[in-house]
């Protein structure tokens, strides 16, 4: 049966890797990349899959952009099944010098737009009474780095949505989880230097980052029908860090 797939966040390494995976995987499903700016990779990717991808249009703080999409999604035809809410930053500074609209912009990219995101799809799903929702934390929500207070907090948060949404929508055969990913390849802030990195994969058990087919696999198995009995789930995928 074909389903579709919406992908927030789906203009960077992690959001197209996933995308990617689910095209490659499942001939018939059509995948929705939700994208608000830097369009460009998104675009090349639909180039490539240009009967089965299509950009949507989606700022995840606004609940108006959630409803347009859904509401285009299923004028498709394709039911929704699989919601990936991977779209969110980071802006770090000391919490005594946060200034609240710093605050405020990284609680509500990353954890209100879950929300929003989560809410828009359900009725649809309830409808179906079936559906995959992935919600995409971080490693920050388990061992919270020092500056970043508000990220960590929202990342927090979402595995906590995660959880109570899971028993709230299981009986409806809808499952939802947390990936809690660390350091990713591409993923990175562009200007870190190589002695950085360097030090950094020196931490790591595996003393490499991530590849985001690596953590896409998981995604999609979460996704599938044979993560029917996993639900209200964190899966920490970091290497061996923690």
């Known amino acids: 049966m074909s389903r579709s797939i ?3 966040g789906a203009n960077g390494a992690l959001g197209l890797a996933i995308a990617e995976f689910f095209l490659t995987r499942e001939e018939s ?20 899959f240009s009967s089965r991808t299509h950009l949507v ?21 394709a039911p929704l099944g699989v919601l990936i809410n991977n779209a ?11 200034p609240q609209d710093q605050w405020s912009r990284v609680l509500d990219a990353n954890l209100n737009a879950v929300f929003h995101g989560c809410q828009a799809v359900l009725p649809g799903m ?14 920050s929500a388990i061992s919270s780095p020092a500056g970043q207070t508000n990220y960590a907090a929202a990342k927090a948060g979402v595995i906590g949505l995660t959880q109570s949404l899971a028993k709230e929508s299981a009986r409806m055969g809808i499952t939802v989880n947390a990936v809690c ?6 993923g990175l802030p562009s200007d870190w230097p190589p002695e950085q990195l360097k030090a950094l994969k020196m931490q790591l058990p595996m003393r490499r980052f991530a590849r985001p087919e690596e953590i ?13 009995y996993i639900t209200g789930s964190t899966l920490k995928i970091d290497g061996g860090l923690l």
């Open 126 to 139: 309830l409808r179906e009474r079936q559906g995959r929702i992935v919600n995409i934390a971080s490693l």
């Open 6 to 8: 919406l992908i927030t």
């Open 181 to 186: 990913p660390g350091y990713i390849e591409g």
């Open 88 to 98: 969110g930053f980071h802006e770090d500074a000391l919490l005594a010098n946060m």
């Open 216 to 228: 896409a696999a998981a995604v999609f198995f979460l996704a599938s029908p044979d993560a029917s």
């Open 29 to 48: 499903c059509h995948v929705f990349l939700g994208v608000r700016e830097r369009r460009e990779r998104a675009q090349e990717l639909a180039a490539r």
């Open 57 to 77: 249009t989606l700022e995840v703080t606004s609940t108006d952009d959630w409803k347009a999409a859904v509401t285009e999604i299923e004028n498709k035809g």
